[in-house]
């Protein structure tokens, strides 16, 4: 089941935030996106009554984007970011979008093939869009 986060999931998407990046989110992030960002909307994958993975999309007049995206570790390669990404889909063809953007390090390849079997390309590169001095690609669904 897909659903929108809530506070009580607060514990578990921060577990899954902090063993997915090494720059992670903070309790208080989340906390701001559901209270103080009104265009943010968080859904989790349940199973069996556990948040599992969960993202983060941001519709923001015509403009979307997947803020945040990550799937605990015991349930990658099963299928639930390519869920939640056809989930979002769905939700940015229900409100007229014109633009589907995001940003990823360039280091990360796996978030990169998948961001690409959804129809995302490369179009640009963000020079140390992150705190480390990484850079970003933005990609945008074509
Ligand atoms: C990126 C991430 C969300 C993918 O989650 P997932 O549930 O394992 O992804 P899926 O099982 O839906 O796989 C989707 C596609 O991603 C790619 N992919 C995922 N893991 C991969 C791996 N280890 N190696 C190569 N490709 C991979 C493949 O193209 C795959 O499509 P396929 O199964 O048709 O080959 C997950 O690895 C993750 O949480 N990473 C840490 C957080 C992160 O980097 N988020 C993105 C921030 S921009």
């Not at 309790?27 to 009554?49: A, H, M, R, T, W």
Request: net charge negative; charged share 25%.
């Amino acid at each position: 089941m897909i659903r929108k986060m809530s506070q009580n999931d607060l514990d578990a998407v921060n577990a899954i935030e902090m063993q997915a990046f090494q720059d992670p989110w903070s309790k208080q992030d989340f906390i701001n996106e559901l209270e103080s960002n009104p265009y943010s909307c968080i859904y989790v994958k349940e199973i069996n009554g556990e948040a599992v993975a969960y993202v983060d999309l941001w519709i923001a007049y015509e403009n979307a984007e997947i803020a945040n995206i990550a799937v605990k570790k015991e349930f990658l390669h099963q299928g639930i970011a390519s869920e939640l990404m056809q989930f979002c889909l769905q939700k940015i063809q229900q409100s007229k979008c014109e633009n589907f953007t995001l940003e990823v390090r360039v280091s990360n390849t796996n978030a990169i093939k998948l961001y690409e079997k959804f129809g995302f390309q490369t179009v640009s590169k963000r020079k140390k869009y992150y705190a480390d001095g990484e850079d970003a690609y933005l990609m945008v669904q074509l």
